[in-house]
T-cell receptor, first 111, second 116 residues
């Protein structure tokens, strides 16, 4: 299985609710990143959290990292219909050459 | 816009055709990447170039041939592809000296490829 795996695979919520997505990984990392992808488009970087950080905020986004559990979560607060997209976590493996992406969580925000 | 452009955006080709995908980044980055995204699969790293030198080839079939003439341009030459090669091909760049991909990557919009 791949380095990063998101959970759940799909999530459907109402506008205004919060959305939480989780990512688990297997090996030590330098940092973990979250990306967003609108259908059939390129990925857009959302936030990067380094291995010595536990929590990071950016606007309505909150990311946590627990290196002891090898897991991260992405929380989107007060969701909007425009947040509908797939969200991916990506990790850099120590000694690796590039990022490794998970399969993503498909988020649907109903207006 | 992310500062990374890809052309063409859509491509339909037969198995005997030869075509090329082009990627250009306007961010002054020194590392560029090709990824393949198939339906219901994670992004697959295909190639990494750092300082115009290929540092990673993730066991990609030889029918895919990358070219990086300078730090701003990246090509993916395609020949005798198979239908299972149909996918979204994404280019990305980063400011990353050793091709370690530790920093933020900026993605282009992708080329949607259909092989008939």
């Amino acid at each position: 299985s791949q380095q990063g795996e998101e959970d759940p695979q799909a999530l459907s919520i109402q506008e205004g609710e919060n959305a939480t997505m989780n990512c688990s990984y297997k090996t030590s990392i330098n940092n973990l990143q979250w990306y967003r992808q609108n259908s059939g488009r390129g990925l857009v970087h959302l936030i990067l959290i380094r291995s010595n950080e536990r929590e990071k905020h950016s606007g309505r986004l909150r990311v946590t990292l627990d290196t002891s559990k090898k897991s991260s979560s992405l929380l989107i607060t007060a969701s909007r219909a425009a947040d509908t997209a797939s969200y991916f976590c990506a990790t850099d493996v120590h000694g690796g050459r590039a990022l490794t992406f998970g399969s993503g969580t498909r988020l649907q925000v109903q207006p | 816009e992310t500062g990374v452009t890809q052309t063409p955006r859509h491509l339909v080709m037969g198995m005997t055709n030869k075509k090329s995908l082009k990627c250009e980044q306007h961010l002054g980055h020194n590392a560029m990447y090709w990824y393949k995204q198939s339906a219901k699969k994670p992004l697959e790293l295909m190639f990494v170039y750092s300082l115009e030198e290929r540092v990673e080839n993730n066991s990609v079939p030889s029918r895919f041939s990358p070219e990086c003439p300078n730090s701003s341009h990246l090509f993916l030459h395609l020949h005798t592809l198979q239908p299972e090669d149909s996918a979204l091909y994404l280019c990305a760049s980063s400011q990353d000296q050793w091709g370690r991909g530790q920093e933020t990557q900026y993605f282009g919009p992708g080329t949607r490829l259909l092989v008939l």
